[in-house]
């Protein structure tokens, strides 16, 4: 496996090589989190804001910048869950070499669009993306393309490793990165140059509870690969680690850490509200374990790599609202109004009056145990607390045609 391994220099040319095209990303401090966390500071290293939107550009373009004339002529093909296809059809475009994608059905539509705005040719399929990884070898063979794999090449992995050298830069006092895995690219890059600058750096690898393959494989120092994955943060659902992830991941990360989607339903919300930046799953899947009683980061300087933030809104809204479900600011409950629809005046006004927001407000179908002359409700209700929020049920049941059959707070 040795061969396999990069260095700080391998790193160090590759942001040589890609450093007019990436955004050098910033990274801010945040008081909130290091409060929650119980850690010294906490800083947001935000490859969100990249180009494109996450890290992938950075092992992409390092990738194909070293192509011969004969590979660019003949051009590329991909798989990607979303964010490596945009890296790679970017780095296209700006290497003029034609690229062709692979996705999995569970894609988010912005980002296939996203990818075909950069210019590529984007084939659909699979259910999951190891048919999609299949597939593409499958057409590289095929077609004479070269296959820029996500993770498992050592220019993707140096790449990506250029994050690490710019939380060198931008946080000299670091203790702890935080760092998400799918494939391993990311967390070997960033841990081969952090470990390479001070050995007694920590770098913690995270990966959603349905996904957590990383885990087992380097407690056991064998590859473990998943049946299956089950989990909100597509970005990451990888099913393994690959050959040459594994090797340099063995070698730079001291522990993984899995977290529940629905603390990352509550990181997204977090980034949302307190850093206002929009952080995919993926993406926020290292706040998340930064938050869990899992990690203890007992007043460390913590970095927090948040790696990608290209959502669907739609579900971004509705992950925010697990979210907000989960730290007892929203609930909903379901109620039984007479004198519909002329009630609805006095629902939003009382809810109102309390102090809170009336998020969902919506008749329902009517059930069984139902009563028959009066109309079945859902309401949505966002405020400080599950205190405030059965203080505002408790008035909406004191008016005369309402009351309150259910709710989640129960």
């Known amino acids: 496996m040795s061969d396999r391994r990069i260095s700080r220099d391998d790193v160090e040319a590759a942001r040589d090589r890609i450093g007019d095209v990436v955004h050098r990303t910033p990274l801010d401090t945040s008081r909130t989190f290091a409060e929650l966390s119980g850690a010294a500071s906490v800083g947001l290293k935000l490859e969100n804001v990249q180009r494109t939107g996450s890290f992938k550009i950075r092992g992409a373009y390092n990738r194909m910048a070293q192509l011969s004339e004969r590979e660019r002529e003949a051009g590329v093909i991909a798989s990607s869950a979303g964010n490596h296809a945009q890296g790679v059809a970017l780095a296209g475009d700006l290497l003029g070499i034609e690229t062709t994608i692979v996705v999995p059905e569970v894609t988010p539509a912005a980002k296939i669009e996203a990818t075909r705005g950069y210019g590529a040719e984007v084939i659909v399929e699979g259910e999951i993306y190891e048919r999609s990884y299949e597939y593409a070898l499958e057409r590289a063979e095929e077609t004479g393309k070269t296959f820029v794999h996500p993770f498992d090449d050592e220019a993707i992995i140096a790449g990506q490793g250029t994050v690490g050298l710019e939380l060198l830069e931008q946080y000299p006092e670091l203790d702890t990165v935080l760092v998400a895995i799918g494939g391993g690219g990311l967390i070997s890059g960033i841990g081969t140059v952090l470990k390479a600058a001070d050995p007694d750096v920590r770098v913690i690898g995270v990966q959603p509870e349905g996904a957590l393959h990383a885990k087992p494989t380097l407690e056991n120092d064998r590859i473990h690969e998943l049946a299956d994955v089950d989990t909100v943060a597509e970005g990451i659902a990888d099913t393994r680690m690959l050959e040459t992830t594994f090797a340099n991941a063995r070698e730079v990360v001291d522990g993984v850490v899995g977290v529940t989607d629905r603390e990352l339903a509550t990181a997204v919300t977090l980034l949302a509200e307190r850093a206002k930046t929009v952080a995919e799953t993926a993406g926020a899947a290292p706040l998340a374990a930064a938050l ?35 730290l007892g600011r929203y609930a909903e409950a379901r109620l039984a109004v007479a004198g519909w629809p002329t009630t609805v005046g006095d629902l939003v006004e009382t809810v109102g009056s309390e102090g809170a927001a009336l998020e969902v407000l919506e008749r329902t179908r009517r059930g069984p145990d139902d009563h028959p002359n009066r109309v079945p409700v859902t309401v949505g209700l966002e405020g400080s607390g599950p205190q405030h929020l059965r203080g505002v049920l408790e008035s909406l049941g004191e008016l005369e045609d309402v009351a309150v059959v259910e709710s989640d707070l129960e």
């Open 292 to 326: 869990s009683e899992e990690t203890d980061l007992g007043d460390e300087h913590v970095a927090v790599v948040v790696s990608g933030g290209n959502v669907n809104l739609s579900e971004h809204a509705e992950l925010t609202r697990t979210g907000l479900g989960e």
